[in-house]
Nanobody, 125 residues
Framework: QVQLVESGGGLVQAGGSLRLSCAAK????????MGWFRQAPGKDREFVGA??????????YYADSAKGRFLLSRDNAKNSLSLQMNSLKPEDTAVYFC????????????????WGQGTQVTVSS
């Protein structure tokens, strides 16, 4: 198990950037696939992007809505995960959740075993 705490959310104008961070507590952080999901009001929680464990090559994959604009990275020495979000759009407005999963794939909510409490991202038009 890992305990996850997100930070870095806020209010930004369309076209701007934000960097979200996720701090993890747990000795096995490097074995987990880590990712981000988001949930807008009245909508289901949806996948944003994930990065596999070091053992699996640290491969990144993204939802189509995030490709070319968002960039994931992880620092196993610091037990941290980051999401750099550029060219933000109003439709990116949501609560963003950090997630961890034990398998190579982390693309649905059922793949995750641990969640952070979420951080609000609001993009104004």
């Amino acid at each position: 198990q890992v305990q996850l705490v997100e930070s870095g959310g806020g209010l930004v104008q369309a076209g701007g950037s934000l960097r979200l961070s996720c701090a993890a507590k747990g000795r096995s952080f490097f074995t987990y696939t880590m990712g981000w999901f988001r949930q807008a009001p009245g909508k289901d929680r949806e996948f944003v992007g994930a990065i596999s464990s070091t053992w699996s090559g640290g491969r990144t994959y993204y939802a189509d809505s995030a490709k070319g604009r968002f960039l994931l990275s992880r620092d196993n020495a610091k037990n941290s995960l980051s999401l750099q979000m550029n060219s933000l759009k109003p439709e990116d407005t949501a609560v963003y959740f950090c997630a961890a999963g034990p398998r190579q794939m982390l693309a649905t909510t059922t793949d995750a075993t641990d969640w952070g409490q979420g951080t609000q991202v609001t993009v104004s038009s």
